[in-house]
């Protein structure tokens, strides 16, 4: 009796990891288009004005009634603003499901908007500085250095932004790849990470060595660890990027981890 008791919970059990794994697969995808339509969003600010960028703070809370019809008006509003075709570069994964999905399209767009006013509220926040320095160059005619570090602060704030973009990519990188790799897993290991999990912020540059070498010895296929080439470069010269990275990986783990719980509970 408790044999067959068991035969027939065999396939609860594996309709549960089938539904993890959609569920991340889902995560994943999801997550992809918001990222995508928020770099969008950072990559086109620079073509609009302040009267768009406060448009765009009234529109925010509206955003959770977007349907799949706010894509078309995104792209003609970039086209009367005179976007460039290389602006709105996106990846072939998130231009398919842009062409079919509409849950997509709103996510997409709603990444749009985020990005716009990531980029407002760094401009609002460099105005004082500014200005500051726009009052001191009127103040001291005579010394017109200050000129330039107007346009240092304007430079520093543009740097800084694509400095935030580019470890913002390498962290969900390495997240994604914690997604991947965690059906390799073991309940002993995602215990561990858990343990693992406050200490992340004391990783070093060779943490990233452990985790290929953990990889490895867990038969993780060069497909699971694959990650984008342009960030190859970085993870070989920046210890700050390879830490980003190992800390996205342990973020991506734990979250399958969580929802594994999840559906153990729910099953309960």
Same mark, same amino acid.
């Given at each position: !009796? !408790?044999? %067959?008791?068991?035969? +027939?919970?065999?396939?609860?059990?594996?309709?549960?990891?089938?539904?993890? *794994?959609?569920?991340?697969?889902?995560?994943?995808?999801?997550?992809?288009?918001?990222?995508?339509?928020?770099? @969008?969003?950072?990559?086109?600010?620079?073509?609009?004005?302040?009267? #768009? =960028?406060?448009? =765009?703070?009234?529109?925010?809370?509206?955003?959770?009634? =977007?349907?799949?019809?706010?894509? #078309?008006?995104?792209?003609?509003?970039?086209?009367?603003?005179?976007?460039?075709?290389?602006?709105? +570069?996106?990846?072939?994964?998130?231009? %398919?499901?842009?062409?079919?999905?509409?849950?997509? *399209?709103?996510?997409?767009? /709603?990444?749009?908007?985020?990005?716009?006013?990531? !980029?407002?509220?760094?401009?609002?926040?460099?105005?004082?500085?500014?200005? !500051?320095?726009?009052? *001191?160059?009127?103040? %001291?005619?005579?010394?017109? *250095?200050?000129?330039?570090?107007?346009?240092? #602060?304007? @430079?520093?704030? +543009?740097?800084?932004?694509?400095? /935030?973009?580019?470890?913002?990519?390498?962290?969900?990188?390495?997240?994604?790849?914690?997604? +991947?790799?965690?059906?390799? @897993?073991?309940?002993?290991?995602?215990?561990? =990470?858990?343990?693992?999990?406050? @200490?992340?912020?004391?990783?070093?540059?060779?943490?990233? #060595?452990?985790?290929?070498?953990?990889?490895?010895?867990?038969?993780?296929?060069?497909?699971? %660890?694959?990650?984008?080439?342009?960030?190859?470069?970085?993870?070989?010269?920046?210890? /700050?990027?390879?830490?980003?990275?190992?800390?996205?990986?342990?973020?991506?783990?734990?979250?399958?981890?969580?929802?594994?719980?999840?559906?153990?509970?729910?099953?309960?």
């Amino acid at each position: !009796m !408790m044999i %067959q008791q068991q035969e +027939r919970q065999q396939p609860v059990a594996t309709d549960d990891q089938l539904t993890v *794994r959609l569920e991340t697969e889902k995560y994943i995808s999801s997550h992809h288009v918001h990222q995508e339509g928020y770099e @969008l969003g950072i990559r086109s600010a620079s073509h609009l004005t302040q009267t #768009d =960028f406060c448009h =765009f703070e009234r529109v925010l809370p509206l955003t959770a009634a =977007f349907d799949g019809e706010v894509l #078309d008006y995104l792209w003609t509003y970039l086209d009367t603003k005179g976007c460039p075709d290389d602006v709105r +570069r996106l990846s072939a994964d998130v231009t %398919q499901l842009l062409a079919v999905d509409d849950q997509s *399209r709103i996510l997409f767009c /709603q990444g749009w908007i985020d990005g716009v006013l990531q !980029m407002w509220h760094l401009t609002k926040e460099q105005a004082p500085v500014c200005q !500051m320095v726009a009052d *001191r160059v009127s103040h %001291q005619t005579e010394y017109p *250095r200050p000129q330039s570090s107007l346009t240092n #602060d304007g @430079l520093d704030t +543009r740097l800084e932004t694509e400095r /935030q973009i580019l470890l913002n990519h390498i962290h969900q990188e390495g997240y994604e790849l914690g997604l +991947r790799s965690a059906s390799h @897993l073991t309940q002993h290991d995602f215990r561990h =990470f858990e343990c693992v999990y406050p @200490l992340a912020a004391n990783f070093d540059g060779a943490v990233l #060595d452990y985790l290929w070498t953990y990889l490895d010895a867990k038969d993780c296929v060069d497909a699971v %660890q694959t990650h984008d080439q342009a960030f190859d470069h970085l993870l070989e010269i920046s210890d /700050q990027s390879r830490i980003l990275f190992c800390q996205g990986w342990l973020d991506g783990v734990l979250h399958v981890w969580a929802l594994i719980k999840e559906q153990v509970e729910k099953a309960v």
